[in-house]
């Protein structure tokens, strides 16, 4: 049901008007300007929500957010292109506190708050998710993972377990998808439906709106499954007892069990049933329900992306899109600033990955080091966004690095305690820089410098791992749009 209808406060449209003069003056912003309009409107958020035509689709968790939401994006794009039902709001740069959510929603509202798309597809932070569903119970709501992450914001696991559980607010025949390889995320469960008429009525898995994607344990071997180094659960969240694994393969993902109680990794209804890795890319077979089948080649590296790609496909086979948007939309993406993103400065394509986590940044630094001819810069922050806590840093595998045998060049306000765990990882040379822009230069122009170490005809591929916040300011230092 459209909520056109909703009133707008006057407190409301002055600042829409604020946040669209700040957009004006500054179009990159993801944030600003919607920090501004809810200083000047605190209810803003829920205005917005609720002029929207039909019910949010939600993406949440600890890692893939981003590049997941931005594959079901280009699915609904060429979607849309087909039936022309699909016009959507989407937060692409990331902003996924409630400033990013207003920011990228006032860019498709009118002074009144009205929005010119039916759809919104938001990227949402755990600790936000139950904000967001209490405005406006979501149509879809997705959770990727769970892992340890800015622990000084969200604690241990189980209170990040517990704030995405309370933000489980759906509409009638709504969907959760849940990855079923994550013994964290399977812990979630569908809340009693909201009805005015029902209320003892419950979500049932076999009405299709409890939808579970994963990995066929079957498609790892003895010598392809991954070496596991950064293990994130001791625990069942079930009993407290110990998990046990038939197999392991990312993290805590695997086909796990509890041998003191029933908890294991339930049937996943979508799942990878054949699996190519690459450096560049890789080659899937999904099988989904009603005997269907797709073959698909996701245009990123690593296992971590094969994830975010099939859960955009189970979300957007819940959406009811059409296999052809689906495997259009993952073949023809094109990442995201950072995320696994190639970009040219200084005359040198750099590769861009985030970092924020022990798992992300352990699946990067494995990717990377199968590269020989790899050169890496890390840019830690430890702001806000970046999560204060830097000791994360301590759990990821940096010891891959040491394989390289290359000199590692750091940056960022918290520079000095990556150097310390590099020297712990074994790494022998350390360029250290105060300066993320000095260091960038530095890093793109040490070739052309001829530096004893390497050879005057050395070709190196240069890879940059930033926090967020040292990502927003290359974007500045690299006058690139995240657009």
């Not at 040198?348 to 001819?373: H, M, Q, T, Y």
Request: glycine share 6%; proline share 5%; with cysteine.
């Amino acid at each position: 049901m459209s909520n056109h209808s909703v009133s707008t406060s006057f407190s409301d449209q002055i600042g829409i008007l604020a946040a669209k003069l700040a957009l004006t003056l500054s179009p990159r912003s993801t944030s600003a300007p919607g920090l501004a309009a809810l200083k000047i409107s605190p209810g803003l958020l829920a205005c917005l929500l609720n002029k929207l035509a039909k019910p949010p689709i939600l993406i949440t968790g600890t890692n893939g957010k981003s590049t997941t939401a931005g594959f079901l994006a280009n699915i609904l794009k060429a979607e849309d292109s087909r039936c022309h039902n699909w016009s959507f709001i989407h937060n692409r740069s990331g902003a996924n506190l409630p400033s990013g959510l207003v920011t990228s929603l006032v860019q498709h509202a009118d002074l009144q708050g009205h929005l010119d798309k039916e759809n919104a597809l938001l990227e949402v932070d755990e600790a936000v998710l139950r904000k967001v569903t209490s405005i406006r119970p979501a149509r879809l709501i997705l959770a990727t993972n769970f892992f340890r992450d800015q622990l000084d914001r969200f604690g241990e696991m189980e209170q990040t377990i517990k704030l995405v559980q309370e933000g489980i607010r759906l509409v009638e025949n709504g969907s959760l998808i849940i990855n079923a390889d994550d013994p964290n995320t399977c812990h979630l469960k569908l809340p009693i439906q909201e009805s005015s008429t029902n209320k003892n009525s419950t979500f049932k898995e076999s009405s299709g709106q409890l939808i579970y994607y994963g990995i066929s344990p079957e498609i790892w071997g003895q010598s392809s499954s991954p070496k596991i180094f950064a293990e994130e659960l001791a625990s069942c969240p079930a009993c407290g007892e110990d998990l046990a694994y038939r197999k392991q393969w990312l993290g805590q993902l695997g086909d796990f069990f509890c041998s003191a109680c029933n908890y294991q990794k339930p049937p996943p209804s979508i799942k990878i049933t054949e699996l190519n890795l690459s450096p560049l890319k890789s080659n899937i077979c999904v099988s989904l329900p009603n005997n269907l089948e797709l073959k698909v080649q996701i245009p990123l590296p690593g296992l971590f992306n094969v994830y975010n790609a099939l859960a955009a496909i189970a979300s957007a086979y819940s959406l009811g899109i059409s296999m052809e948007s689906i495997k259009e939309g993952i073949e023809n993406y094109q990442s995201l600033f950072g995320r696994s993103q190639s970009v040219n400065y200084n005359h040198k394509e750099l590769r861009l990955f985030l970092i924020k986590n022990p798992i992300g940044a352990s699946e990067v630094l494995r990717l990377i080091s199968s590269d020989p001819k790899a050169k890496v810069l890390i840019a830690i922050n430890d702001n806000y966004a970046d999560g204060r806590d830097v000791s994360w840093l301590w759990d990821a595998y940096f010891e891959y690095l040491a394989e390289l045998n290359q000199p590692v060049f750091v940056s960022g306000s918290r520079s000095s305690d990556i150097a310390v765990r590099l020297k712990y990882a074994g790494i022998k040379q350390i360029h250290y820089y105060h300066s993320l822009k000095d260091a960038i230069d530095e890093f793109t122009s040490i070739e052309n410098s001829n530096p004893s170490n390497l050879k005057k005809d050395s070709s190196h591929n240069l890879y940059v791992l930033p926090t967020y916040t040292a990502l927003l300011e290359l974007t500045k230092i690299m006058k690139l749009s995240k657009s």
